[in-house]
């Protein structure tokens, strides 16, 4: 047996090439979008990829299984469970709980394990050859390491009433069945650390049936139903606004994308207009970078492992955008959009170097450190905006300030004041630096950014309420 873990440190996303070696055939389960990944895994190893599986209708991502099922003429093996409003709308091989299929001298047990939610499914994998017992349990997004799947996401981000409490209780039976495995069965979940499709996901990639018996939180409520659902949806995260649109576009028959984006490249007259016309310029530099020169009215999402999940929450489906990034960067940052469906990209600039050619003048972040926050604090006709997420907020912080969560600060701009002095912050910087950017569109003025933040804060020994 041939296997592979491909992750996707951006989304914090498991995917699964195995391939039986003497077939030469090989399966994907989970693909990302951009599935060159697998193919060229397929190419170095002499295999035809032949299944492409999922675990569910995913809402992290924009799965590429449609894709890599037309380039390479696999078929879709899906999930037929959950009910009516959980169908795929496109052709696939439909599996249910007890189904069971081989793939050269590898056998695929399914299970249907609700909770995250109603379709979702899990595959246990038998290699043949070498035991007749199960080796591997690929989850999705049922159990993670030292975590299950948070079932609040379809009510919270989908919008579809009362369905979190019955996923939860959902999720308290699949545990159950998880508990009658073997200890020795490999676990390979659909997601690590970082992700939103859980609370206390663990760093390491994997785990075992009897490690997660232990250490995971959820087996601690075996006897206790009740209190397995309050603890599962208690202080669960804001779930990333673009996830409503995954639900849709990974059920529905949408149109294909099968090769990496090359993004033009715009002058800085074409860049104007567009940004005349209200199209948004997302500036991929680092914070300090950004911080110390912008162009007025562009957002600074920094091109890192976050990079995508916020572009998520301030870029809309229907709406055209571009970036300002350094060439090196593009074909990082391009696929990172493409894997949660953010393809309308009109195009790109370098720098702010032809503006600053053509005469337009930088903006600056007005940047305040410790000493300087803590003597705003004692000024009167001021306010403070915490940006963290409301767990974070609720844990430890600065007495007297307000919270607003940076991912729906566009929502709440009431809740920020014109007339006052204004400091923003977050934890470490990042997220007050996009924060500053947003408000600077929306025409803020009175905006100081403390962008060490509460690591700074903290580690000093200031005090904080909670």
């Avoid at 009910?83 to 496109?90: D, L």
């Avoid at 600053?356 to 007005?366: E, F, N, S, Y």
Wanted: charge should be negative.
């Amino acid at each position: 047996m041939f296997f592979q873990h491909v992750y996707d440190k951006s989304l914090a996303q498991a995917s699964y090439f195995i391939g039986c070696q003497k077939a030469g055939v090989a399966a994907v389960i989970d693909a990302k979008r951009d599935v060159d990944t697998y193919i060229e895994i397929a190419k170095q190893n002499n295999m035809k990829i032949t299944h492409v599986m999922e675990t569910h209708i995913h809402a992290d991502f924009l799965a590429g299984s449609r894709e890599l099922a037309a380039l390479t003429g696999a078929k879709l093996y899906l999930s037929d469970e959950g009910g009516q409003g959980w169908e795929y709308e496109f052709d696939h091989v439909g599996l249910k709980d007890g189904d069971s299929f081989m793939m050269g001298n590898l056998k695929f047990d399914v299970m249907h394990t609700p909770g995250h939610t109603p379709e979702s499914i899990s595959f246990l994998l038998t290699d043949t050859p070498a035991s007749p017992e199960p080796v591997m349990f690929f989850t999705g997004d049922f159990v993670f390491v030292g975590d299950v799947g948070r079932p609040d996401l379809l009510e919270k981000a989908a919008g579809m009433t009362g369905t979190m409490n019955a996923g939860a209780h959902d999720m308290f039976n699949s545990i159950t069945k998880f508990d009658t495995l073997p200890d020795y069965i490999q676990v390979w979940p659909g997601h690590g650390a970082g992700s939103a499709c859980g609370k206390a996901l663990g760093a390491v990639p994997s785990s075992t049936v009897g490690y997660e018996k232990i250490r995971n939180w959820a087996f601690r409520f075996t006897n206790d139903e009740n209190g397995f659902v309050k603890y599962l949806l208690e202080d669960q995260p804001e779930p990333p606004k673009y996830f409503a649109m995954m639900k849709k576009l990974n059920k529905v028959n949408r149109k294909l994308l099968t090769e990496v984006p090359k993004l033009k490249h715009l002058s800085n007259d074409e860049m104007m207009e567009a940004m005349a016309k209200g199209i948004k310029l997302i500036d991929a530099r680092n914070k300090t970078e950004f911080a110390e020169g912008y162009i007025p009215g562009s957002i600074n999402i920094q091109g890192n492992n976050s990079f995508a999940t916020w572009a998520g929450w301030y870029i809309t489906y229907e709406e055209p955008f571009m970036l300002l990034a350094e060439e090196s960067q593009l074909d990082d940052l391009t696929r990172k959009l493409m894997r949660i469906g953010l393809d309308n990209i009109l195009g790109h600039v370098a720098s702010p170097a032809s503006y600053i050619k053509a005469g337009g003048k930088l903006d600056k972040v007005q940047v305040v450190n410790i000493d300087e926050f803590k003597s705003i604090l004692l000024e009167p006709n001021i306010q403070v905006v915490d940006l963290r997420a409301a767990t974070e907020y609720k844990s430890g912080h600065v007495k007297g300030a307000d919270h607003v969560f940076v991912g729906t600060l566009l929502e709440n701009l009431d809740k920020v004041s014109k007339s006052k002095k204004v400091v923003i912050h977050c934890q470490g910087g990042d997220r007050a630096t996009i924060g500053y950017s947003l408000l600077a569109k929306e025409g803020y003025t009175n905006v100081l950014n403390y962008a060490a933040s509460m690591n700074e804060w903290i580690n000093l020994g200031n005090p904080v309420v909670s």
